[in-house]
């Protein structure tokens, strides 16, 4: 990004022993300018009080990646892969944030490019919401999904809703159910020395 782009030709003193005294000449100038002193002068000028490395950089962090990408840029990348900062809650709209969104469009761009076996949808999801997550496939052209651990309202809501299921065309979502607190779901966890089944028992809920 330093690199000297302007070459001082006033610099050299003997261009017979060059071998080349193109190389002496910036490569932005058409040979037939190179010895226009005009020329010259306009580029040592843009050379020495136009430096774009701070301006490229910038463009590059605001805007090209998407790691540090902001704002609208962010949406930009969202066109690009196909998803919306918008989502739809309890008939809502909810507009999600730089890091959600983020983490969405690393999702969707992994899902654009992904197979879709119940391995890699199992590994996406659990990567989006961070808990261990599971497609069932019932054999019958439909799955459901069953997710332990707790999540947020704004991550059922994309799981169920927001299409970024890398399923096969044809087939179906029956179901998402979820198990909160998959540790304390069976046997005799809190309940005091009671039988069997007494405890916490299948707190799960479908969505």
Request: glycine residues 6%.
């Amino acid at each position: 990004m330093n690199e000297v782009t302007w070459l001082d030709i006033f610099s050299v003193d003997s261009f017979r022993e060059i071998p080349n005294v193109r190389d002496n000449v910036s490569t932005a100038l058409q040979s037939q300018y190179s010895h226009s002193l005009i020329y010259r002068g306009i580029n040592k000028a843009i050379h020495d009080n136009v430096d774009a490395c701070t301006d490229i950089d910038n463009a590059f962090t605001e805007v090209a990646n998407p790691e540090t990408a902001k704002g609208v840029f962010l949406d930009w990348w969202g066109k690009r892969v196909g998803v919306s900062r918008y989502v739809t809650i309890n008939g809502s709209k909810v507009r999600l944030d730089d890091d959600y969104f983020r983490f969405l469009l690393y999702y969707r761009a992994l899902s654009n490019i992904s197979n879709t076996t119940a391995f890699t949808i199992n590994k996406l999801l659990s990567l989006l919401t961070g808990v261990n997550i599971y497609a069932v496939d019932r054999l019958n052209m439909s799955f459901d999904i069953y997710i332990y651990g707790a999540i947020s309202d704004l991550m059922r809501t994309i799981i169920k809703e927001y299409g970024l299921l890398n399923r096969p065309a044809g087939v179906m979502l029956n179901s998402i159910r979820i198990f909160p607190e998959p540790e304390n779901q069976l046997g005799f966890f809190g309940s005091g020395l009671q039988p069997f089944n007494q405890a916490p028992f299948n707190t799960s809920y479908e969505v």
